[in-house]
């Protein structure tokens, strides 16, 4: 996180970090979610995006916002918004907006609130902290294509950062959509991590549902299996590094 109360080159997190490698350079942006603005400021102040708008739907992380936009003497390039989603944007005034920090149901609600301005847009920069497969289904079902994904690890923590570009795709499987279709293809090494750590929740779960022994909760035994088998079957197939 931001380290120094003073006007200096901001230091994002990992996290961050990798949401801000993924904005392509030269669009207008909007930082949906904003909190302390930290993401438009680095990008500023990179030269990396002309102009952001940054929002936030409640009152301290907007005032905070607002603070160290005004720190940074960035008032000119960033607006500092107190709103809802998309709402207090034209369409046509941003050209990606950035979505990080929140669970996909959040952003899917988000970026449905406002279909005029999303299919303006020249890209998508989302970083969801739960439902990631859901996130993909989503951008493949309206209109987007995943260009880019990375997965970075942060304070014990595996992120997924995901870019998408207007087009199409197809993706429908369970894997892919659970993975990435980048991130299969390229498996970097946190890739094998990612599943480890899905291999051991789908597990305990497994474990818990031992117990009963409903016709529904047999089904549900069987589905988790199969996936189990899917994720080892990755793992199996070896990684870089
Ligand atoms: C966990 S913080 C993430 C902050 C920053 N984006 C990051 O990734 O570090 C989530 C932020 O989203 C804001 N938020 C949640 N729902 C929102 C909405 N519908 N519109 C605007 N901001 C929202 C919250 O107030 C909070 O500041």
Redesign the pocket.
Known sequence: MFLKEQKTIIKLSP??QA?AELVKPGLKLA??????A??PIYLIQQGKSPLAVA????RG?YESALKQVALQGLEDKITVIL???LEPLQPGQVDVVVL???GSA?MI??LEAKPELVLKLQQLVL?PMVGVGQMRKWLVENGWAINNEILVKDDGFIYTVLSALPGEQSISDWLTLELGPILLKEKPPLLKDYISKMLSDYENVLINLAQTQSQEVKQKRLDLLEKINLLKGVISSGFKG
């Open positions: 996290r961050l949401v930082d949906i979610g904003t909190d302390h930290y993401l929002i936030d739907i409640h992380p709103g809802n989603g990080a920090g929140m959040t609600e988000i970083q």
